[in-house]
């Protein structure tokens, strides 16, 4: 029996010594985050710039977002977190590493004060640069469905608030199943 624990640790040390350690674990929320950021970088921008932060100044625009509101049945697949949907509690996806490693494959990750000048200084130069504020996402109940706020401001004077609904696959991947505009200018 001795013989067997002592060949069993030598297993262990040899697969931790060879790099074989699994991958961190990433929460369903977090991967939900990532998808969502996926869906909304396909909307391009020169540059596109993430920011760390969701301020608080911008929650408000998501106040009437709930289910029922703005056009949002109740019920279809990707809505059941707006049950959950607090506009109040809404904190940065970025706050997510592999959000915002995914974020810095997709543009440039910034802090709130570095983007919004960074923006405001390209001016109306041809370029239309974007700078994305997006919410960690909302789950609903079952941890099946979620629902993130993401808000984007240009420099050539455009922006704009939506809701990215999301589904939980079998796989445990999240598929993007609609989205809404809240707000544009």
């Not at 396909?42 to 929650?59: H, N």
């Not at 995914?102 to 543009?107: H, M």
């Not at 996402?137 to 990215?164: C, K, Y």
Request: aromatic share 6%; net charge positive.
């Amino acid at each position: 029996m001795k013989r067997f624990g002592s060949r069993l640790g030598a297993v262990a040390a040899l697969a931790l010594a060879s790099g074989a350690e699994a991958a961190p674990k990433v929460s369903p929320v977090c991967a939900a985050a990532e998808a969502a950021l996926r869906n909304l970088a396909v909307q391009g921008g020169d540059p596109l710039l993430f920011s760390t932060e969701f301020p608080r100044k911008w929650t408000g625009m998501f106040a009437t977002a709930h289910s029922g509101s703005v056009g949002i049945p109740v019920g279809p697949q990707g809505t059941a977190a707006l049950v959950r949907f607090d506009h109040r509690r809404l904190g940065p996806a970025l706050a997510c590493a592999n959000a915002r490693a995914r974020a810095a494959t997709l543009g440039e990750v910034v802090d709130e004060a570095a983007g919004e000048p960074r923006i405001r200084g390209m001016g109306l130069n041809g370029k239309t640069g974007f700078l994305w504020r997006i919410a960690m996402p909302v789950l609903d109940r079952t941890g099946m469905e979620a629902v993130v706020a993401a808000f984007t401001w240009s420099n050539q004077l455009a922006g704009g608030s939506q809701l990215v609904f999301l589904a939980r696959q079998r796989d445990g991947s999240w598929k993007v199943t609609g989205s809404r505009i809240l707000s544009m200018s």
